[in-house]
């Protein structure tokens, strides 16, 4: 499981600057709106200081950290989804996205064009969210029109998922008309699962990327209060990123010279740490290593996920053929010092089916197929 988000907001607020800074790919950026008009896709990896560790002590022929991809699109504007400006278009490459970056502008900066002309992150959350919300509409009104076919279907399995999914579209279509987003109509588990195909993007969670200049590194300034307050109402998580230093601070060379220029500017984790990070958290992921002697790898997980499905991660053979683990949690590792030492310090458990595997676990599956 790679995790991937797509990248939404309005025209000319620093999408493709911050999307290029964290993936250093060649996304075009210009101050010129909509200058982005091919989908960019972008993979990253995320940093874990565990994976060196472990890495040093196994002394693996390779070291695989897990990663998450970036979707760049155009920016949205108001009347997007009746085809003003080029963002719906590209709406529909965000469409399978686990979450959604909304970059918000919170600098000031008069040579840098705003479409509304003024800094207002409320309101320009506000527009982004309506398009969003008539996307989405358009995909349910689509969806009810082809209902009347499926529920006169002679396939049982279609009428009856059809006779179970009009009420909770129709309920959406009310909603999404007046702009609600979709994760704010009450659904419940059930309902949400039973619309899972449309994929629709105003369920999805959402990580505010507020796009700040240097002055508000080290204080925070009022636009960012106001998306803070927001995000938290909503169970939303919010960033702060300097889009302008984070370009310069990818085009330096070393590590060493990154070190210096994010300590002298105030910077303490690079954005594309605090993106992955808070992604992380605001989707419960948790990562476990494999770790041999060929490889030490981190994967991707969810929070709460049993034994067979963590491996499922890896390859579904290892879920379906799943008869145990051998598990020790690398905090065990790094005080121990080998898995040996490991192993006679009785900290090596073998796992059945039920086990729920834990942040930092250090895994090995058994399966047969
Ligand atoms: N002052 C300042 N300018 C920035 C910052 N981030 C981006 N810019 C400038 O804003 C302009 C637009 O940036 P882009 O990254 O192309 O914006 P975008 O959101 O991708 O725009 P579209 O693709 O047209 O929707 C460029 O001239 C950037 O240099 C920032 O943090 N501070
Ligand atoms: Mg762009």
């Known amino acids: 499981m790679s995790i991937n988000c797509g990248i939404v907001g309005l025209p000319n607020v620093g999408k493709s600057t911050i999307f290029s800074a964290i993936t250093a790919a060649k996304a075009e950026a210009a101050n010129y709106p909509f200058c982005t008009i091919d989908p960019n896709v972008g993979v990253v990896t995320v940093a874990d200081k565990r994976l060196d560790k472990i890495s040093e002590l196994v002394k693996p022929q390779k070291t695989l950290p897990t990663v998450v991809e970036f979707v760049d699109i155009a920016g949205l504007v108001a ?19 686990n979450a959604i970056v909304h970059v918000v502008r919170c600098f000031e900066d008069p040579n840098i064009t705003h479409v509304s002309g003024r800094i207002d992150p409320l309101d320009d959350i506000g527009i982004i969210n309506m398009e969003l919300a008539l996307a989405d509409l358009e995909v349910v009104e689509k969806r009810l029109n082809s209902m009347g076919k499926q529920l006169k279907s002679q396939d049982k399995a279609i009428a009856t998922k059809a006779r179970i999914q009009v009420p909770i579209l129709e309920k959406l279509k009310v909603e999404l008309a007046e702009g609600n987003l979709a994760k704010n109509c009450d659904l419940d588990d059930e309902e949400v699962e039973a ?23 080290t204080e925070e300034n009022e636009h960012v209060k ?4 927001l995000a938290a109402g909503e169970g939303n998580g919010v960033i702060t990123i300097c889009g302008k230093l984070e370009s310069e601070i990818s085009a330096l060379e070393s590590k060493e010279e990154k070190e210096e220029f994010m300590e002298a500017a105030g910077i303490e984790e690079s954005g594309l740490d605090q993106l992955t990070h808070a992604a992380y958290k605001l989707l419960g992921l948790r990562t476990y290593f494999t770790a041999g002697e060929k490889e030490v790898r981190a994967w991707t997980f969810k929070a709460g996920s049993k034994a067979p499905q ?12 799943f008869i145990r683990a051998e598990v020790f949690n690398c905090k065990d590792l790094f005080e121990l010092g080998s898995e040996a030492r490991v192993k006679e310090a009785g900290k090596l458990r073998v796992e059945g089916k039920e086990y729920v595997v834990q942040d930092g676990d250090i895994m090995h599956f058994r399966f047969n197929v």
């Open 79 to 97: 009347g997007a989804s009746k085809g003003e400006g080029l963002g719906n278009q590209f709406l529909g490459h965000i469409r399978s996205v």
């Open 310 to 321: 963590a491996a499922g991660v890896i390859h579904s053979d290892f879920e379906r053929g």
């Open 195 to 217: 619309i899972e195909d449309l994929n629709l993007i105003t369920l999805k969670k959402v990580l505010y990327a507020c796009n700040i200049d240097e002055d508000s590194i």
């Open 226 to 229: 106001v998306v803070r307050e």
